[in-house]
């Protein structure tokens, strides 16, 4: 069972039924018990870093999140994957879930449009379990003013080019960040949302 974690922040249906069509079971849940039981982590979100840690703290669910995530797999998506890094930079700094060594910051993208919207190329470049099967050039929908900035390019797997370089697909053993949407990605998205399902 694979637990999609509701704390008032997520976009939690669309991501249930991309996992339905995929036929895997998955439960949206506010609950500890469920997300501690559950097989697999899914933490989407949207809206402010700040709003959201808030949230996920006060639900009690933050530190659930941190110690589940050294024993079964973490999926974060978008917003999700910002709150894996120590730091967001929206509005204030903000403590993250540190599980992954960085921090979040604003896109600097000179003449280009903020927030960053719509279908990008993904380009490859550290290979890790989700990423597989995602060749040079396929492509991934994005909506988001903020990025990952990485304290290891060895945790990069996949990243698309909007003015600089903007990591796409993050991994830390087995906790993994998709700043795209992997649910409104296609075959693309499908793929990694299925390699993420199927991991042992």
């Given amino acids: 069972m694979i637990a999609i974690v509701d704390y008032g ?3 939690l249906f669309s991501v ?14 506010a609950d500890r018990g469920v997300a501690e039981a559950a097989d697999k982590l899914i933490l989407p979100g949207v809206g402010a870093f700040p709003d959201a840690m808030g949230k996920l703290e006060a639900a009690g669910l933050a530190e659930v999140i941190k110690t589940e995530a050294r024993r079964k797999p973490l999926l974060g998506i978008c917003l999700g994957m910002q709150m894996l ?5 929206e ?3 903000t403590k993250g879930l540190g599980l992954i060594g960085g921090y979040v910051d604003k896109i600097s993208a000179p003449g280009l449009k903020v927030p960053h919207m719509g ?12 990423s597989e099967g995602v060749e040079e050039g396929d492509r991934a929908y994005f909506v988001h003013s903020y990025k990952a900035v990485m304290a290891d390019p060895r945790n990069l797997s996949l990243y ?4 600089e370089r903007i990591p796409g697909l993050v991994f830390e053993g087995q906790v993994y960040g998709c700043q795209f949407h992997p649910e409104k990605s296609g075959r693309v998205g499908l793929g ?7 991991l042992g």
């Fill in 16 to 29: 249930k039924n991309a996992l339905d069509f995929l036929g895997f079971d998955s439960v949206i849940t």
């Fill in 9 to 11: 922040a997520g976009n």
């Fill in 160 to 163: 698309t080019d909007y003015g």
């Fill in 91 to 93: 509005f204030a700094k």
């Fill in 119 to 130: 279908w990008s190329d993904l380009h490859p470049s550290s290979p890790c379990a989700l």
């Fill in 85 to 89: 890094f120590e730091w967001g930079h």
């Fill in 192 to 198: 990694i949302l299925r390699n993420f399902c199927e």
